[in-house]
């Protein structure tokens, strides 16, 4: 069993669409081992989004994740951290398959509804950054 760490954005949230976007999850065999909602800090969104402290975007993504409330979940599952990224689609919606959350849900390269883990290693960086362990079942 793989955990990953997933965001529902705030634009996402703000469309109120964050039980349809659960059931996806849910409805591709994941399993919620955790859940919060919270709105962050700038300094926290620029924490979180550390790696991408030298892309050109940095401001403005890490402004747009403190625009409103976001949901993060820890999502548990074989295989999860590619079967989330597989549900989500790509970064840009445009290039997003049918039916994954991004083409239906997202505004744009950066209002993209969603967030997952890329790897084991952010995983685990991730879950950590939200969570404390006793908050996992
Ligand atoms: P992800 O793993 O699919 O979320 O994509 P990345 O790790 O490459 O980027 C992190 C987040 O930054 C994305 O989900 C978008 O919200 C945002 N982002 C990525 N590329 C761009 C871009 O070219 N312009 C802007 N404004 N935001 C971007």
């Given amino acids: 069993m793989e955990q990953t760490l997933s965001i529902i954005k705030p634009d996402a949230v703000q469309k109120n669409v964050i039980g ?8 591709n065999g994941l ?4 859940m919060k909602r919270i709105q962050l800090s700038k300094r926290e969104a620029e924490g979180f989004y550390y790696v991408h402290k030298d892309r050109p975007f940095f401001d403005s ?12 979940m820890v999502l548990e599952g074989e295989d999860a951290i590619a079967k989330n990224r597989a549900i989500m689609g790509a970064t840009n919606p445009e290039n997003a398959e049918p039916g994954t959350i991004r083409k239906d849900f997202a505004e744009s390269i950066e209002r993209n509804a969603v967030h ?10 991730e879950i950590l950054f939200f969570f404390a362990g006793m908050e996992i079942r």
């Fill in 31 to 34: 399993r919620i081992a955790a």
């Fill in 116 to 125: 997952g883990s890329d790897s084991a290693e952010s995983a685990a960086f």
């Fill in 20 to 27: 349809e976007i659960i059931s996806r999850f849910e409805q």
């Fill in 61 to 72: 993504l890490t402004t747009f994740m403190t625009e409103g409330p976001i949901v993060v």
